[in-house]
């Protein structure tokens, strides 16, 4: 009985030695709380259907604003509705600056078309414009998704940008038509 209580102890020990070294490299691969989808886009040149093999069930849209605060030790970035907050430390180092990750503060929602390499990146930070695109085209793949469309016809993605003070915002406004296949 008394070896077990040895070693529990030395386990415990090591363990308080080891996890600050653990937790640090952790620390280092963090990525934000994320929710993905994705759906297929098509051009017309690619459908290569007759008429009657499709419907165009409607054209919809969906919009998304995402506000960057660039203050000069920090960044955050929100959704207009405090859907999330990620927030980064801007670290000095070398005589160069870099973006660490901080913390995640509800989900970032991110959509893509077709089956694209989510995190293709060595960094873990994303963009702002690139959020703000991301998550129209998550709200415009959820609405597809209700319809029970198949695949996006043509999507069109504008992206508006303005600033006041240190802070940036982007809104971005993304677009398509809805295709269902016709099965026989």
Request: with cysteine; aromatic share 10%; proline share 3%.
């Amino acid at each position: 009985m008394r070896q077990f209580k040895f070693n529990a102890f030395m386990a415990f020990a090591l363990c308080l030695l080891l996890c600050p070294f653990h937790e640090a490299d952790a620390q280092s691969s963090l990525i934000p709380t994320t929710a993905i989808s994705n759906m297929p886009a098509v051009g017309i040149k690619d459908m290569r259907l007759d008429r009657d093999d499709f419907t165009i069930l409607k054209s919809v849209s969906a919009t998304a604003t995402v506000n960057s605060d660039n203050r000069r030790s920090r960044r955050t970035i929100t959704e207009e509705n405090g859907e999330f907050k990620l927030v980064y430390d801007i670290i000095k180092y070398n005589g160069s600056r870099y973006l660490e990750y901080e913390t995640c503060e509800g989900v970032v929602r991110l959509g893509y078309l077709g089956n694209s390499n989510i995190y293709s990146s060595d960094s873990n930070y994303i963009p702002a414009e690139e959020i703000v695109r991301r998550l129209a085209l998550y709200r415009l793949i959820s609405l597809a998704k209700e319809y029970g469309a198949d695949a996006l016809f043509e999507p069109t993605i504008t992206t508006m940008a303005s600033s006041k003070g240190k802070t940036i915002s982007y809104t971005t406004e993304a677009s398509a038509k809805l295709i269902k296949l016709i099965n026989d």
